[in-house]
């Protein structure tokens, strides 16, 4: 089945650092891909959607200018958290939007997210 | 706006009792579809079931069954027999569409003793 892989799985930065993450759609070409975050005990937030070749679309809440998105293939975006911290740390997933099929059977495949502490 | 209610935050029960997670959820949408997911400990999220708004037949898989009732927007999840495996935390979710940004549920945590 399809594979959406995140990179790092876990990191710990500094405060004011950045940080980047990767999600790849390892065997589709995903135009679109989603990325949502978690904090400890609590549900999954989207953050925004990311589209190849385009800006993404932030949810209302969310900073663009703090949580920088590019798509720039059709199996890599990446999630860079500009000068992180504490109240960054958090869970970050991606999923990755699978166009291949018929438009009934769209679906998305979740990577299996990165662990974010800054200190 | 799109909102997903799971009123159950834990639920504990021992093994090989039934148990059922509850989800409603409210969409302005007359075409959208709803989700479960798992996530163990590990946080790596395991999808169960997506169903769109048009199917409302029940669906089994095992030892897990769905009930959609589109009259009362729940889309409710039943474990038979379960087993201290299915220990996790549940969610439901919706989307306008079967590939679309999900909206979650706050998660039903729960626990399967021994």
């Known amino acids: 089945g399809a594979v959406v892989s995140q990179h790092p799985s876990w990191v710990i930065c500094k405060s004011g650092t950045s940080v980047k993450i990767e999600c790849r759609s390892l065997?589709?070409?995903?135009?679109?891909m989603f990325w949502y975050r978690q904090f400890p005990k609590q549900s999954l937030m989207l953050m925004a959607t990311?589209?190849?070749?385009?800006?993404?679309?932030?949810e209302q809440g969310v900073e663009k200018d703090k949580f920088l998105i590019n798509h720039a293939s059709l199996t890599l975006s990446t999630l860079t958290v500009t000068s992180a911290h504490p109240e960054d740390s958090s869970f970050y997933i991606c999923?990755?939007?699978?166009?291949?099929?018929?438009?009934?059977?769209?679906?998305?495949?979740f990577g299996p997210g990165t662990r974010l502490l800054v200190l | 706006a799109q909102k997903v209610t799971q009123a159950q935050t834990e639920i504990s029960v021992v093994e090989k009792e039934d148990v059922t997670l509850d989800c409603v959820y409210e969409?302005?949408?007359?075409?959208?579809?709803l989700f479960w997911y798992k996530q163990p400990p590990s946080g790596e999220l395991v999808f169960l079931i997506r169903?769109?708004?048009?199917?409302?037949q029940n669906e089994i898989s095992g030892r897990y069954s769905w009930n959609f009732q589109k009259s009362t927007s729940s889309f409710n999840f039943t474990i038979t027999a379960s087993q201290v495996v299915d220990s996790a935390v549940y969610f439901c979710?919706?989307?306008?569409?079967?590939?679309?940004?999900?909206?979650f549920g706050k998660g039903t945590h729960l626990i399967i003793q021994p």
């Open positions: 999923s990755a939007r699978d166009r291949s099929g018929l438009a009934t059977q769209e679906t998305q495949y």
């Open positions: 065997d589709f070409q995903a135009t679109t």
């Open positions: 990311s589209n190849e070749g385009s800006k993404a679309t932030y």
């Open positions: 969409t302005r949408d007359t075409t959208y579809y």
């Open positions: 169903r769109n708004s048009f199917d409302e």
């Open positions: 979710a919706v989307a306008y569409g079967g590939a679309d940004g999900l909206t």
